[in-house]
């Protein structure tokens, strides 16, 4: 199996620069610092290679290193960036209340994330209800563009002729994938009903879906996504659910349009 890594270094045109952002993903999911041998290890990097990379890391502050323990974590030059980001994007703080007063009245997980063309989809914000459903997302958490009902709802709305996307489809991973014929019909109901579903497909057992959030005209920018229990959702509950995505989705398009 080829290495994600290698295969981002060898696609990608500034190999160091992808490179520093697995390391900078590596330490943010990491509980406690990271030696340099692990670290090389885990990203397949030859050590002296991996050694310079956090080297000028470290000189931007965007990675920290113990002298005691020769450890490195994530640095405090990672929040300024951030604060930049949550400065310069609103969408993190407009829609933090919104899926957090559904998650509350449906007794859901709730999901807003980025979209990033068909490549990904990156989690801004979370919020969990009361059910006994829990999804261990966490903000930064990215995902395949195409995955489960967010997916569908990046096709739907999005202008994307199916046939096209065949390949990236067949490379996705479901715990029961659908059919590519079965996924294609589901996109249209996507298109009709406002919102996508995704019963049991990506993750058994579990419902999934996704309402559009636009910061201009074309493609969706954004999705609202929540996850539930498929045996806690019958018909009429899946439909409030649904709607009640679609208006948080509008009314957070409509704050975006306004800002």
């Known amino acids: 199996m080829t290495d994600p890594l290698e295969t981002a270094v060898k696609a990608s045109k500034a190999p160091a620069i992808a490179r520093a952002a697995a ?7 990491s509980e406690t610092p990271l030696g340099l041998q692990p670290i090389a290890r885990e990203l ?24 005691a323990t020769k450890r490195y974590a994530l640095g405090a030059g990672v929040l300024t ?14 829609v933090q209340p919104v899926i957090e007063e559904i998650a509350l009245h449906q007794s859901v997980t709730c999901v807003a994330v ?23 997302t ?23 002729e199916i046939e096209r996307l065949r390949a990236r489809f067949e490379k996705l991973r479901w715990d029961n994938p659908p059919g590519f014929e079965q996924w294609s019909e ?23 879906l996704a309402a559009p959030v636009y910061r201009a005209s074309g493609a969706p920018s954004h999705a609202l996504i929540a996850l539930a229990l498929s045996r806690a959702l019958d018909g009429k509950a899946m439909d409030g659910l649904g709607n009640a995505l679609v208006a948080g989705a509008q009314t957070v398009t409509r704050q975006l349009g306004e800002g």
Do not use: K, M
């Open 23 to 29: 390391i900078l993903r590596l330490l943010g999911r």
């Open 44 to 67: 397949g990097l030859v050590p002296s290679t991996c050694l310079y990379v956090l080297r000028a890391l470290v000189e931007e502050e965007l990675v920290s290193l113990d002298p």
């Open 81 to 94: 960036l951030a604060r930049h980001w949550l400065q310069r994007d609103p969408f993190a703080s407009l």
């Open 114 to 136: 980025e979209i990033s063309g068909l490549e990904r989809i990156t989690a801004v914000a979370v919020a969990e209800g009361a059910g006994n459903f829990r999804l261990s």
């Open 138 to 160: 966490e903000v930064g958490s990215r995902f395949p563009a195409l995955i489960s009902a967010t997916g569908r709802c990046i096709v739907a709305f999005g202008g994307h």
């Open 186 to 208: 589901q996109v249209a109901e996507t298109r009709r009903r406002g919102y996508a579903v995704d019963e049991g497909h990506y993750i058994a057992g579990v419902t999934v």
